[in-house]
């Protein structure tokens, strides 16, 4: 479940899914994710983005392997408030447990109308599923800013929360932020780097660092995606 959380983070489910059963297959448990070099999680992570969060999944891996699950999921590298709430409210069914996604929080903020911070979207989240809990309420929730409640067409009709909606709609407050352009970014450079260690790593091999863009594969060392041995790059060992 923590696996799915964090691949799911910004991505959608699309993607997720064409690396989701060959990544839980090679790493079953945090004991072979631990066992494992951190560049062969990073590797098997593929093209999903964003591959600081492979590097904390294997920390975080580490750290359970050593000291056993935290009672505050938070604890471990890279989880934060709402993907700890998920696990637990999913994975263990806690009653109390509830965690704000992009699709919850936007379901709650145009039912009352304005921009919620976290504490605020949680009470918030908590007071309209009644009187679902735990499970059941994360989901119904995440299902209603999914497909009815969306960001540009929301379902005002289809919506059960109609009545008690002060904005019927796409509220004024909310705000436009469209992502930079991925072609020609540095995330792609960053990217068609990564590819190049992923590829030579199959065979066992590092890449001449002056084959590489400098920029770009430095950025991933100081990230510690990558590293460099004897001028040759290759991923964490």
Do not use: K
């Not at 964090?6 to 690396?19: D, E, G, K, N, Y």
């Not at 289809?158 to 796409?170: I, M, Q």
């Not at 041995?229 to 964490?236: E, N």
Request: a positive charge.
């Amino acid at each position: 479940m923590l696996v799915a959380e964090v691949m799911l983070a910004q991505t959608q489910v699309a993607r997720v899914l064409l690396v989701w059963e060959p990544f839980v297959e090679r790493f079953p448990s945090p004991a072979a994710m631990a066992a494992a070099a951190p560049g062969d999680v990073i590797a098997a992570w593929g093209r999903l983005g964003y591959p600081r969060r492979a590097r904390r999944l294997w920390e975080t891996a580490t750290i359970i392997v050593r000291d056993g699950w935290p009672a505050d999921l938070t604890e471990l590298p890279g989880i934060g408030r709402y993907t700890a709430g998920a696990v637990r409210a999913e994975a263990d069914d806690d009653p109390d447990a509830i965690g704000v996604d992009v699709n919850i929080r936007r379901v709650c903020e145009r039912v009352v109308g304005t921009r919620l911070g976290d504490a605020a979207a949680t009470t918030v989240a908590a007071r309209l599923a009644r009187p679902l809990r735990g499970r059941d309420r994360l989901l119904a929730l995440m299902d209603l800013g999914a497909l009815v409640c969306t960001p540009r067409t929301p379902r005002c009709a289809d919506c059960p929360l109609r009545r008690r909606c002060a904005t019927r709609g796409v509220g004024d407050f909310e705000v436009r932020n469209r992502q930079p352009r991925y072609e020609g970014s540095f995330r792609q450079r960053r990217g068609m780097v990564l590819a190049a260690l992923r590829d030579r790593d199959r065979h066992g091999a590092g890449v001449a660092v002056g084959e590489l863009d400098g920029e770009a594969l430095h950025s991933l060392v100081a990230d510690a995606l990558a590293e460099i041995t004897l001028g040759y790059a290759h991923l964490p060992r």
